[in-house]
């Protein structure tokens, strides 16, 4: 039996993992996710919640063949490391996308999508996946 799924942490993260809410420093207007209570680039603590448009382009990408325990199912999987349009990096799963069409430069969108599921607490966790734009 796995560790137990820790839902009050799962929910403190709720913003940053359904629809993609970081920070935005009100002193020099750098944005950052996800948010953080002091800014990188100029140590202020004025920080407000900042809600990305969710499209991006993929920096870097790998296949995830052996996954860690829980995610089994999806194997493989790939994975990427995607620039927001707003400039922050975000590493997430690509999902409905052939692994043989991802390339550098591709742009992707957010979707919500299942992470992952507790089969002995009948838990499923949802979060934020990218896949390339509808046409």
């Excluded at 039996?1 to 002193?27: D, N, T």
């Amino acid at each position: 039996m796995g560790k137990p799924m820790q839902v009050a942490r799962y929910w403190r993260h709720f913003k940053e993992k359904y629809r993609l809410i970081g920070g935005k420093c009100k002193s020099c207007g750098q944005v950052h996710f996800p948010k953080r209570p002091v800014c990188p680039e100029c140590g202020s603590q004025e920080i407000e919640e900042f809600q990305f448009s969710g499209k991006g382009k993929v920096v870097s990408w790998t296949i995830i063949r052996n996954p860690p325990s829980g995610y089994e199912y999806y194997k493989p999987y790939p994975i990427a490391l995607i620039e927001l349009e707003e400039g922050p990096l975000v590493l997430a799963q690509l999902t409905d996308v052939d692994p043989e069409e991802i390339d550098f430069g591709m742009e992707v969108e957010m979707v919500t999508r299942k992470i992952r599921e507790f089969s002995e607490d009948g838990i499923i966790l949802y979060g934020y996946k990218f896949r390339p734009p509808l046409k």
